[in-house]
């Protein structure tokens, strides 16, 4: 197979979208008939909701479950990325579809070239990271939110606990949230078939399927994984993170490559 086609509706623009992705030469990178953009050249220019990336005139909505399935596979080489529509669809409202898409073109598994170089722990807003150096990628979340109570989710860095309990989390939003949404015109395509929707108490609305065990923790570490692998991660190395979100995840990515906590060099 060279080639891979999804089609649906994008979650926020709530029209018709589609990527294909297709076996390559050399670095993941995104083309569009007149140039190829790499990963390390896109900016985020939306990070609420979502995170929206651009270089130059080329922009992508909604990358972070495209970008979670290339860094849960460890995929940085040999795929190709064509968008239509401007944003990537929600299909399964996770990153499983979009997973085994990649992994149906068998694309060689590439080791992060990121590594956690010291001890160290950072804040941005209600969010908190801890660093720690290590061989090995492991990822930790705890969440806590309001009706539904204090979740945890862990990544050991392998492929098999990727697609087994990271990759089919769903998002997930408020009823509460829907109208603010709309008046910003964000979530015109959420499909409560694949969105979990939930009331105040923390419980799925109808049609949404009730949610699976720590299945919130889970989206926000797929969400984490999406959000590090912009900046060549997930880290080999330890990264806990407590409430994280994407508009904080990339500012403390930003700061630890600064003060050199995150780095290209093995520590």
């Avoid at 049609?207 to 699976?212: G, L, N, V």
Wanted: with cysteine; proline share 7%.
């Amino acid at each position: 197979m060279d080639s891979v086609e999804l089609v649906g509706r994008g979650l926020h623009g709530g029209k018709r979208c589609a990527v294909r992705l297709s076996r390559g030469v050399g670095p993941v990178r995104f083309v569009d008939g007149t140039r190829d953009v790499m990963i390390h050249q896109l900016i985020p220019v939306r990070l609420e909701r979502g995170v929206r990336v651009r270089f130059e005139e080329y922009e992508v909505e909604l990358v972070e479950h495209l970008f979670a399935a290339l860094a849960g596979l460890q995929v940085r080489q040999g795929i190709v990325i064509e968008v239509r529509g401007g944003e990537i669809p929600l299909l399964d409202g996770a990153a499983f579809e979009l997973a085994m898409a990649a992994r149906a073109l068998e694309p060689r598994p590439t080791p992060p070239s990121l590594w956690v170089r010291e001890h160290a722990e950072l804040s941005e807003g209600d969010s908190s990271y801890t660093f720690h150096p290590g061989d090995e990628c492991r990822l930790q979340v705890q969440v806590d939110f309001q009706g539904v109570g204090a979740q945890h989710a862990t990544f050991d860095g392998s492929e098999r606990c990727f697609l087994e309990q990271i990759a089919p989390s769903r998002t997930f939003g408020f009823a509460r949230d829907a109208a603010a949404l709309h008046a910003s015109g964000l979530a015109k395509g959420v499909d409560p078939h694949t969105v979990l929707v939930l009331d105040d108490a923390g419980q799925a609305i109808p049609p949404s399927r009730p949610a699976t065990e720590n299945e919130l923790a889970r989206h926000k570490l797929l969400d984490l994984l999406g959000d590090l692998y912009l900046y060549g991660g997930p880290p080999r190395g330890a990264v806990h993170a407590v409430r994280p979100g994407h508009k904080n995840t990339h500012a403390v990515a930003r700061k630890a490559l600064e003060a050199g906590i995150l780095s290209q060099i093995p520590p």
